[in-house]
């Protein structure tokens, strides 16, 4: 069984940075790839941005030129570095863990955008 814990989340004026991070422990050697996903009250749960253990990257438009996702190297740990952020980027953020079968999932960190 694979856990997963993410941290960092908080209350930031626009335009300003935020950085979280996710650990995966347990039954991680398996594991493909890491990614964020965030999600907000009434709408679907979107990718935010995935890396895999090869080190491939993949964003949403929305953050292109503004997150970095990164990978620690023990391939368990991922961290996304948010600047320039806007209020529209304001959602709970959840990490998901990947192995060949199954999607591991955190509780989310709560990233509030606001003046």
């Known amino acids: 069984q694979v856990q997963v814990v993410e941290s960092g989340g908080g209350l930031v004026q626009p335009g300003e940075s935020l950085r979280l991070s996710c650990a995966a422990s347990?039954?991680?050697?398996?594991?493909?790839?890491m990614g964020w996903y965030r999600q907000t009250p009434g709408k679907e749960r979107e990718l935010v941005a995935v890396?895999?253990?090869?080190?491939?990257?993949v964003y949403a438009d929305s953050v292109k030129g503004r997150f970095t996702i990164s990978m620690g190297s023990t391939r368990n740990t991922i961290s996304l570095q948010m600047n320039s952020l806007k209020p529209e980027d304001t959602a709970v953020y959840y990490c998901?863990?990947?192995?060949?079968?199954?999607?591991?999932w955190g509780q989310g960190t709560q990233v509030t955008v606001s003046s």
């Open positions: 998901k863990a990947q192995d060949a079968t199954t999607q591991h």
């Open positions: 347990g039954s991680s050697a398996s594991l493909i790839g």
């Open positions: 890396i895999t253990t090869g080190g491939s990257t």
